[in-house]
């Protein structure tokens, strides 16, 4: 079952399946680690602002607009 990034609850697990679109903010994310296969966490999702989420043991914030094109699969 695949959603997007911004759907996650609170300390969620999922892995990256994908992104929606493409565009300049894909090379951004690759930069740093976001890659299909690559598993995250969320650390902060309060329905407003920024989801911050925890990769290669970095936590990272991702704007909504970004985290709606970050297709994921929930651990």
């Given amino acids: 079952m695949q959603t997007t990034l911004d759907m996650l609850p609170v300390g ?3 892995r990256i399946a ?5 565009g300049g903010w894909m090379y951004r994310l690759y930069q740093m680690g ?3 296969g690559a598993i995250i966490e969320v650390v902060a ?3 407003r602002g920024p989801i911050i989420v925890r990769i290669m ?3 990272v914030a991702v704007g909504r ?3 709606r094109r970050i297709l994921v699969q929930p651990l």
Avoid: D, K, L, W
């Fill in 34 to 36: 976001f890659t299909p």
């Fill in 18 to 22: 994908g992104f929606t679109r493409g």
């Fill in 12 to 14: 969620a697990r999922a």
């Fill in 45 to 47: 999702n309060h329905g």
């Fill in 65 to 67: 607009g970004i985290a």
């Fill in 57 to 59: 043991g970095v936590e």
